[in-house]
């Protein structure tokens, strides 16, 4: 045989290989196999008298159709077809079944790499659920934890991307200082008493619970440039960030909803033999759960990462339809009553959720996207669901002013109207350069870098929030 | 004459556990000794006898372990478990009894063919 009829013979197994690695039930040891009997049978055939191409040929066909070969294959290892997280996972963890049981796993990894490092996630969490409850014995009082919640916690999860993730000192230290404005000013800002109705002593005020609320979403975003191992100019670094956000937001709740679950389960059963765990529950099970499934969640979301399908852009198919049909409604509804005007002084907030909604059905598509797929009947959708969010809250807007030049201005409706005008001019360019899109004149990146370029202004808004309002409105 | 599809299922596993009781064995020498036994008429694709294979090994039946073959190339090896033997055996006295009957109901039958192949099977 000459060395053109091997390399020939060569790039026929390879082209094979290829086309049968594209089955999910076969691995690449089974291929390995099949492989090795495809050439001991060509072997032979090309002993009979057959030409290497004829020999490849007849081989091929005899291992039958690759349909049903790789059914049969899917029968017996029908797990494969599901792809798993592999807890006990070498370096990198989530390689599915493709590394398989033959070759020697190699030097077992120190425990503190093993599966993504979830020692070093399950150590951090039990340090914020304990740093929590280390504040409640030095008797804190409720409204300390109203504010400290995200300082408290967050610097955990900023030391678990910065041992994940290892961002320079530089950006370390930027974290750091920020976390310490945001202590200083929440805790030596002297807040006034709330001015709910009922005023209880530990109600907090409204400029106090607006400062905590923003400093909790300030600081997400500080702890992201961690999480991007500093590189927050780069647009693709701060898609990445919301990724995480929105796939730990999802984990975040089904622990939550599993753990209350549990925790409500555990007090029925210790009741009905007269054992009263609630207080138990109350007072260290649900503090230290809600701290350290914040790392928990983290951890899953960086370890499931290779593995399984990012669930946020997936819900965001599912609702974007509904909740473009949602808007309409409510326009063809706002329209017929005309009563938008002078609903309840809430409104505002609840268009702020609209459009936070909106947007993060937006971004969630985003982020999934194939930037080079062309625009199809999704991205009309998205277009309508923003068009309607946006004619209803300029609605909204115009009334709202009209009502605050009437009664004057309060913490709570400056920060809501600063939002509503925010998320207004993001969505507003959006629905601009979706348009465009559509209409095949904009680059779908630019759609992206749109919304990566938007994230400092939250940042910055809510810094403002944090630091200006208090003072500004008197710590009312 | 083709052997019917269920009959060659039916027949495989207990064939392969047979060939394999005889020695380690891999994919390939398997088919070529099932085809030489059976003068090449019990046969079926050839990347069936794989999945059949990892279903005994997931059974417990067969043992497989990676080697290489003479030129190099890297070569999966079967063997039959103690488990696999003991199976086989069960198996051989279910096919001795379907034997003996289709031998009982059969006297004379059309030459040798049947019950000859059937036996084959306990093999």
Same mark, same amino acid.
């Given at each position: 045989?000459?060395?053109?009829?091997?390399?020939?013979?060569?790039?026929?197994?390879?082209?094979?290989?290829?086309?049968?690695?594209r089955?999910d039930?076969?691995?690449?040891?089974d291929?390995?196999e099949l492989e090795?009997?495809?050439?001991d #049978?060509?072997d032979?055939l090309?002993?009979?008298?057959?030409?290497?191409?004829?020999?490849?040929?007849?081989?091929?066909?005899?291992?039958?159709?690759?349909d049903? !070969?790789?059914?049969?294959?899917?029968?017996?290892?029908s797990? #494969?077809?599901?792809?798993?997280?592999?807890?006990?996972?070498?370096?990198g963890g989530?390689r599915?079944?493709a590394?398989?049981?033959?070759?020697?796993?190699?030097a +077992?990894?120190?425990?503190?790499?093993?599966?993504?490092?979830?020692a070093?996630?399950?150590? %951090?969490?039990?340090g914020?659920?304990?740093?929590?409850?280390?504040?409640d014995?030095?008797? /804190?009082?409720?409204?300390?934890?109203? #504010?400290?919640?995200?300082?408290?916690?967050?610097?955990?999860?900023?030391?678990w991307?910065?041992?994940?993730?290892?961002?320079?000192?530089?950006?370390?230290?930027?974290?750091?200082?920020?976390?310490?404005?945001a202590?200083?000013?929440?805790?030596?800002y002297?807040?006034? +008493?709330?001015?709910g109705?009922?005023?209880?002593?530990?109600?907090?005020?409204?400029?106090? *619970?607006?400062? /905590?609320?923003?400093?909790?979403?300030?600081?997400?975003?500080?702890?992201?440039?961690?999480?991007?191992?500093?590189?927050?100019?780069? *647009?693709?670094?701060?898609?990445?960030?919301v990724r995480?956000?929105?796939?730990?937001?999802?984990?975040?709740?089904?622990?939550?909803?599993?753990?209350?679950?549990?925790?409500?389960?555990?007090?029925?059963?210790?009741?009905?033999?007269?054992v009263?765990?609630?207080?138990?529950?109350?007072?260290?099970?649900?503090?230290? =759960?809600?701290?350290g499934?914040?790392?928990?969640a983290?951890w %899953?979301?960086?370890?499931?990462?290779r593995?399984?399908?990012?669930?946020?852009?997936?819900?965001?198919?599912v609702?974007?339809?509904?909740?473009?049909?949602m808007?309409?409604?409510l326009?063809?509804a706002?329209?017929?009553?005309?009563? !938008?005007?002078?609903?309840s002084?809430?409104?505002?907030?609840a268009?702020?959720?609209?459009?936070?909604?909106?947007l993060?059905?937006?971004?969630?598509?985003y982020?999934a996207?194939?930037?080079?797929?062309?625009a199809?009947w999704?991205?009309?959708?998205?277009?309508?669901?923003?068009? =309607?969010?946006?004619v209803?809250?300029?609605?909204v807007?115009v009334?709202? !002013?009209g009502?605050?030049?009437?009664?004057?201005?309060s913490?709570?409706?400056?920060?809501? %109207?600063?939002l509503?005008?925010?998320l207004l001019?993001?969505l =507003?360019r959006?629905?601009?350069l979706?348009?465009?899109?559509?209409?095949?004149?904009?680059a779908?990146?630019? !759609?992206?870098r749109?919304?990566?370029?938007?994230?400092?202004?939250?940042l910055?808004?809510?810094?403002?929030?944090?630091?200006?309002?208090?003072?500004?409105?008197?710590?009312? | 004459m083709r052997?019917?599809?269920?009959?060659?299922?039916?027949?495989?596993?207990?064939?392969?556990?047979?060939?394999?009781?005889?020695?380690?064995?891999?994919g390939?020498?398997?088919?070529?000794?099932?085809?030489?036994?059976?003068?090449?008429?019990?046969?079926?694709?050839?990347?069936?006898?794989?999945?059949?294979?990892?279903?005994?090994?997931?059974?417990g039946q067969?043992?497989?372990?990676?080697?290489?073959s003479?030129t190099?190339?890297?070569?999966?090896?079967y063997?039959?478990?103690p488990?696999?033997?003991?199976?086989l055996a069960?198996?051989r006295?279910?096919?001795?009894?379907?034997?003996?009957?289709?031998?009982?109901v059969?006297?004379?039958?059309?030459?040798?063919g049947?019950?000859?192949?059937?036996?084959?099977?306990?093999a």
């Amino acid at each position: 045989m000459t060395l053109d009829e091997r390399r020939e013979l060569d790039d026929l197994v390879a082209s094979w290989r290829e086309w049968l690695e594209r089955r999910d039930a076969l691995s690449a040891h089974d291929i390995d196999e099949l492989e090795g009997h495809l050439l001991d #049978r060509v072997d032979s055939l090309r002993a009979a008298g057959l030409r290497d191409d004829e020999a490849f040929l007849i081989a091929v066909k005899r291992l039958g159709a690759v349909d049903e !070969l790789s059914r049969e294959y899917a029968r017996v290892h029908s797990e #494969r077809l599901w792809k798993q997280l592999v807890l006990g996972g070498a370096n990198g963890g989530g390689r599915g079944a493709a590394s398989g049981d033959v070759e020697a796993p190699g030097a +077992p990894l120190p425990l503190l790499r093993r599966a993504n490092g979830l020692a070093v996630a399950l150590g %951090l969490g039990v340090g914020a659920g304990l740093a929590v409850k280390a504040a409640d014995l030095v008797g /804190a009082d409720p409204t300390f934890f109203l #504010r400290n919640a995200a300082i408290l916690v967050l610097p955990f999860l900023a030391a678990w991307f910065a041992w994940r993730h290892t961002p320079p000192i530089g950006a370390l230290a930027g974290i750091a200082g920020a976390f310490a404005i945001a202590a200083v000013a929440l805790n030596a800002y002297p807040f006034g +008493p709330g001015s709910g109705i009922e005023s209880f002593a530990t109600d907090p005020s409204m400029t106090e *619970s607006l400062a /905590a609320i923003h400093a909790a979403v300030a600081l997400w975003l500080v702890t992201g440039v961690a999480y991007v191992a500093g590189d927050w100019r780069s *647009s693709d670094a701060r898609m990445d960030l919301v990724r995480f956000s929105g796939e730990w937001a999802v984990y975040y709740l089904l622990i939550a909803i599993v753990g209350g679950g549990l925790s409500l389960l555990a007090v029925a059963v210790f009741g009905s033999i007269g054992v009263d765990i609630l207080p138990f529950v109350g007072e260290w099970v649900i503090p230290c =759960g809600a701290a350290g499934a914040v790392l928990v969640a983290a951890w %899953l979301v960086e370890a499931k990462q290779r593995v399984i399908e990012n669930i946020a852009p997936v819900l965001t198919k599912v609702f974007t339809p509904l909740f473009a049909l949602m808007l309409l409604a409510l326009l063809v509804a706002a329209a017929l009553q005309w009563n !938008l005007v002078d609903a309840s002084r809430d409104l505002l907030i609840a268009f702020d959720l609209v459009l936070v909604v909106v947007l993060a059905l937006l971004v969630y598509s985003y982020s999934a996207r194939d930037p080079l797929l062309r625009a199809g009947w999704f991205e009309w959708i998205q277009f309508v669901m923003l068009v =309607g969010a946006l004619v209803v809250d300029l609605v909204v807007l115009v009334a709202m !002013l009209g009502r605050i030049g009437e009664f004057g201005v309060s913490a709570n409706k400056t920060a809501s %109207l600063g939002l509503n005008l925010i998320l207004l001019v993001n969505l =507003g360019r959006a629905a601009w350069l979706q348009l465009g899109f559509l209409r095949g004149r904009t680059a779908f990146l630019r !759609l992206e870098r749109w919304q990566t370029a938007y994230l400092p202004v939250y940042l910055g808004w809510s810094a403002v929030v944090v630091l200006v309002f208090p003072p500004l409105f008197g710590f009312a | 004459m083709r052997i019917g599809k269920d009959l060659v299922a039916a027949a495989a596993t207990p064939v392969v556990l047979g060939i394999l009781a005889e020695g380690e064995s891999y994919g390939y020498a398997i088919l070529q000794r099932i085809s030489e036994l059976s003068g090449g008429e019990l046969e079926w694709s050839d990347g069936m006898l794989y999945p059949l294979l990892h279903r005994l090994e997931r059974l417990g039946q067969v043992e497989s372990q990676w080697g290489a073959s003479p030129t190099g190339r890297p070569r999966k090896h079967y063997r039959l478990s103690p488990q696999g033997a003991a199976t086989l055996a069960e198996q051989r006295r279910q096919w001795d009894v379907v034997g003996g009957v289709l031998a009982k109901v059969w006297p004379d039958g059309p030459g040798p063919g049947g019950s000859a192949r059937l036996a084959l099977g306990g093999a």
